[in-house]
């Protein structure tokens, strides 16, 4: 999903993607296409110890 603003994460920069998980609106630096998520999400989602199907507030 596109458009326009800035991001979330670093105030800064152009945002681009919306996360999947939370839907943050981050630029490209933050976010992790692999997982369609921004990276603070990404991050949990790779934590072994965090459980499946979790959500993020």
Not at 4 to 19: L, P
Not at 28 to 47: I, N, T
């Amino acid at each position: 999903m596109s458009s326009s603003g800035v991001c979330q994460i670093c105030e800064a920069a152009e945002g681009k993607f919306t996360c999947d998980r939370c839907g943050a609106f981050v630029c490209e630096d933050h976010y992790d296409p692999d997982e369609h998520a921004c990276l603070d999400c990404a991050e949990v989602a790779d934590d072994p110890d965090q459980p499946s199907g979790f959500q993020v507030d």
